[in-house]
């Protein structure tokens, strides 16, 4: 893709939304990290519907630690793997406590280390906590990346270098959130609603869905 259609597009996203943010619901950077934790392979809702009953119960690590992985279940049941994910959030907040003093390492390898955190995880948590100008990659920008051009590769990982590499740091900071929002309303993955799309033609997507006759 040429450098001045990649600018293009994203001056066209930053104009739609000048201040993009998450979707998650959350008040400190602990919140931030337990409600991404939870949000692998479910949905915000889902984990917004959770965490609004945990977290005015439990929002620090110490006070989640004390509930235990029994004690957390009952609260997160609307999320995915929640079994798995109870267990990997009190081992998060003991080794929270254990090893940062109950503080949000702002450091890549010690976040990664810490129990069900991978690197989009890490990403988002640089980001949008340290101000690093980090790109977390999900399913949603894995596809906007490869439909539109901007990023093409086969894993999440060589998307992300892609992505870094290439976005002009002046909408790098942003770029998560504008590309995953575009693939969560517009870019979908089983119909893509190219009509509408506010950047359908600097896309270089070959199969663009038609317009509905009127």
């Not at 597009?9 to 008040?27: C, G, Q, S, V, Y």
């Not at 005015?56 to 509930?67: E, G, M, S, V, Y």
């Not at 390898?109 to 988002?124: D, N, Q, W, Y």
């Amino acid at each position: 893709m040429h450098a001045a259609t990649r600018r293009a597009i994203f001056r066209r996203l930053r104009a739609a939304n000048p201040a993009p943010t998450t979707e998650l619901k959350f008040d400190s950077p602990f919140e931030l990290l337990v409600a991404v934790m939870l949000s692998a392979h479910t949905t915000d809702k889902s984990v917004n519907a959770a965490t609004r009953v945990l977290f005015p119960l439990a929002n620090t690590p110490a006070a989640i630690a004390a509930l235990d992985v029994g004690g957390v279940k009952p609260y997160i049941k609307s999320v995915g793997l929640y079994n798995t994910k109870a267990l990997n959030l009190v081992r998060l907040c003991q080794q929270l406590l254990e090893r940062h003093g109950g503080e949000v390492p702002a450091d890549r390898a010690a976040l990664e280390a810490l129990p069900g955190v991978g690197r989009k995880t890490a990403s988002i948590i640089l980001n949008m906590v340290f101000g690093e100008a980090e790109i977390a990659v999900d399913t949603h920008i894995f596809r906007v990346a490869n439909r539109t051009g901007l990023a093409p590769g086969k894993t999440p990982r060589e998307v992300e270098t892609g992505l870094v590499e290439t976005t002009p740091a002046e909408f790098r900071k942003d770029a998560h959130h504008w590309l995953l929002l575009h693939g969560r309303y517009v870019c979908v993955a089983r119909t893509p609603q190219c009509p509408k799309c506010i950047i359908r033609d600097l896309c270089e997507y070959p199969r663009k869905t038609p317009a509905r006759a009127r």
